[in-house]
């Protein structure tokens, strides 16, 4: 990289003795704007920052098989994003300081989908599933299936649980 004023400026890479390394934009000694950084756990982030951490639009590739796609603030995972598991079911929402926070979609493998209100990364009162061709519905509580229900009635369920983005 180059240097301006004594600090970092511009673009560079760095590896650090942890194995850590980045590159990408600098602006005073700190990452800021776009770069990649591999972490010596082998988490790979791709994105925006902003005074050294990962802030704004990001994509994280976890070292067991996850990845996130999505809002990043001071360095955590905040707002809204898409969370795919290594099993193969994804879930997509907000999620305030790195747990899962209000409304949120739930997909299985299998292609039934979930929505629910979370709260600090639990589901909380009523939610609803869809079957995979989504003709079928069942009113859930807790993460339970409690009674299948209309389509009409799912909708509802789900509109209850809140608004599809909310302000973090």
Known sequence: G????????GRG?????????YAGQW????FHGEGTRRFNNGNVYTGNYGSG???????C????????????????????????????????????????????KYQLTDGRVEIYRYV??????????????RKKAWRMNDGKVTKKVSIENAAAIAKRCGPVLEET
């Open 2 to 9: 180059k240097f301006k004023g004594g600090f970092i400026e």
């Open 13 to 21: 890479t760095i590896s650090f003795h942890d194995g850590t390394e």
């Open 27 to 30: 602006k005073a000694n700190r």
């Open 53 to 59: 951490k990962r802030q704004g639009q990001g994509r």
């Open 61 to 104: 590739y976890f070292a067991n098989g996850d990845m996130y796609v999505g809002d990043w603030k001071d360095d955590t995972i905040h707002g809204f994003g898409r969370y795919y598991y290594n099993n193969g079911h994804s879930f997509e929402g907000m999620f305030r300081n790195g747990k899962r926070n209000g409304r949120g």
């Open 120 to 133: 600090n990364d639990s589901r909380a009162g009523d939610g609803v599933r869809w079957s995979a061709n």
